[in-house]
């Protein structure tokens, strides 16, 4: 199983031959028993996977792993209080992209999820809220009908019944192969989010490694508080469209969570491990 | 070269007639001004107030150049953060004074670069997409040209959302579809039949609701044949959204967006 994929999408330095280098040597070097050891990309050390803990962060370097739904739930809602919204719901194929179908049955098998979000209602350190998870394991939590329409859905529930709403960011963007529907779900969610607004209800958002493109450009920024783990990606552009457009290199650090804390666009940087108990204190000053 | 790739060259053309030319062209007493009041003045964003048939209105648009120089100077027609909040800001200024705000939408995009990313591209055009939702005004929108992602929806949260014949609006361009999904840049005519981007298609898809056809000669040299069509759609639909009670007028405009989506349940 592999809980531990890459953090980042693409090496920056171009140093094209280190990488088949590497390539070349973990083929021909003895391979470590799957499963018991895993490399952190952050820091490259070997770590022994029994000492990761529920959070999922490196025990060398304290990297925030990414995570799934059922992960993040365990970790922040009280025990047993999650009940799931619209588990079932499924894309259609808006665009008729040759070969949809098959895409999100792959997307299913690797996630073990049916969409790259869930919903849903929970307890937070006894405070009832309405939540959102994002996973970047089924299609790079890319944003299509399903995730525009469940999360849309939750906003409105949390409206409805006079609650918080808070939503993990994880996401490559809108999802390209349902087209501009899948742009509309930018519009779509972030109307939905003026309502809960309008009523004077909190809306927190978590950004979570990565964020990027119409999430971010939508309802990730529009958090009343915006909380993100440590040096999780965040951005409009991707990095490599930036680059072909500017022909320069990046500056170390760019649009990583604390670069964005340092512009202005975040409020507080949370290590995973304290997250459950910023928002219960989040959710009691608001209760 | 497939008939929506000769659309996708038509929205392109450098001689196209920009946003200002329609501004001239369809209002009267324009009153261009400058600036988000918080950074800069991007000059890929016009704006300011007008006069349509004896009606204030609020006009805002992405605008293009015809030469370097004028492209320079609008970036391409790509914005940056302080153009869509400057959009914004006149947006809400519209509201104050309860004129209809009408955009032009004409970009490859919202610009891709550092000091965009600094000043939080996607946090402006997040907060557009928010507050255009629920602005206490009527917003028409007409995509005169290219129609850009994000970038051109954050001036497109509107009642009406209108098309001329060779406008496009899509996900990410064709070029950026085939080299994406297909890691082939050479299948772009094929991504762009696919994406069903052109005025008819979106049509379809309850993405615009009226198209304005374009003379035979090409815009660039007959102009007046479109905005006649337009001045007319305008007088047809701006008096029926301004009467509308505001709180019915919200709904429509939220049912409007909340209706994207296929799914099965």
Redesign the interface.
């Known amino acids: 199983m592999n809980l531990f994929g890459k953090r980042s999408y693409f090496s920056l330095d171009g140093n094209e031959d280190k990488k088949k280098n590497d390539r070349k040597r973990k083929r021909t070097e003895p391979s470590i028993p799957d499963g018991m050891w895993i490399k952190c990309n952050t820091c490259k050390n070997i770590i022994y996977k029994k000492e990761v803990t529920e959070y999922k962060l490196c025990p060398s370097c304290g990297a925030h792993f990414r995570m799934s739904p059922a992960e993040r739930i365990a970790i922040t809602c009280d025990e047993g209080s999650f009940s799931e919204f619209d588990a079932d719901m499924s894309p259609k194929n808006p665009m008729r992209y040759p070969g949809y179908g098959e895409v999100i049955d792959n997307a299913k098998k690797k996630s073990g999820i049916n969409e790259a979000v869930v919903t849903g209602r929970g307890k937070i350190g006894g405070y009832d809220t309405v939540l959102a998870i994002m996973d970047s394991h089924f299609m790079m939590g890319s944003m299509g009908s399903v995730v525009g329409e469940k999360i849309t859905r939750a906003v409105e529930y949390a409206t409805k019944s006079r609650l918080p709403i808070i939503i993990f960011t994880t996401s490559g963007g809108a999802r390209m192969q349902e087209g501009i529907i899948s742009l509309m779900q930018m519009a779509k969610v972030s109307a939905a989010v003026g309502r809960h607004n309008e009523e004077g209800l909190l809306y927190v958002t978590v950004l979570t490694d990565p964020t990027t493109g119409g999430v971010t450009a939508s309802y990730a920024m529009l958090g009343d508080i915006i909380l993100s783990e440590p040096k999780a990606l965040i951005g409009f552009a991707g990095q490599r469209v930036i680059q072909a457009t500017i022909h320069q290199k990046l500056p170390e650090g760019f649009q990583r969570a604390e670069f964005q804390m340092e512009h202005g666009f975040v409020d507080r940087i949370v290590n995973r491990e304290d997250l459950k108990d910023e928002l219960t204190i989040i959710l009691k000053l608001h209760s | 070269m497939n008939d929506t790739m000769k659309k996708v060259g038509v929205a392109r053309k450098i001689e196209r007639p920009n946003t200002k030319e329609f501004i001239y062209e369809i209002f009267e007493d324009f009153l261009e001004f400058h600036g988000d009041r918080l950074y800069a003045d991007d000059g890929a964003i016009v704006g300011g107030i007008a006069n349509f048939e004896g009606m204030p209105v609020t006009v805002i648009g992405i605008q293009k150049g015809h030469d370097l120089d004028e492209n320079v100077k609008c970036n391409f027609g790509q914005p940056n953060p302080e153009g869509y909040r400057k959009a914004l800001r006149l947006m809400k200024q519209a509201e104050k004074f309860k004129r209809p705000v009408i955009t032009f939408i004409n970009t490859a995009g919202?610009?891709?670069?550092?000091g965009?990313?600094?000043?939080?591209?996607?946090?402006a055009?997040?907060?557009n997409?928010?507050?255009m939702?629920?602005l206490r005004t009527p917003i028409i929108s007409i995509f005169i040209g290219e129609g850009g992602?994000?970038g051109a929806?954050?001036l497109a949260?509107a009642d009406n959302v209108w098309m001329l014949e060779n406008g496009m609006?899509?996900?990410?361009s064709p070029e950026g579809?085939a080299s994406?999904?297909w890691r082939d840049p050479s299948r772009v005519d094929e991504a762009a039949a696919?994406?069903?981007?052109t005025a008819k298609d979106?049509m379809k898809?309850h993405?615009v609701d009226r198209i304005f056809y374009e003379p035979q000669e090409g815009l660039e040299n007959n102009l007046n044949f479109t905005t006649e069509q337009i001045k007319t759609a305008l007088r047809e639909t701006l008096g029926g959204l301004k009467s509308m009670p505001t709180e019915e007028l919200l709904e429509k405009?939220?049912t409007r967006?909340?209706q994207?989506?296929?799914?099965?349940?």
């Open positions: 919202a610009y891709c670069g550092i965009a990313e600094e000043r939080g591209q996607g946090e055009i997040a907060r997409l928010m507050e939702s629920n992602s994000g929806l954050a949260v609006f899509s996900v990410l579809f994406i999904l696919l994406m069903k981007m979106l898809d993405v405009r939220y967006f909340r994207y989506g296929e799914f099965s349940e």
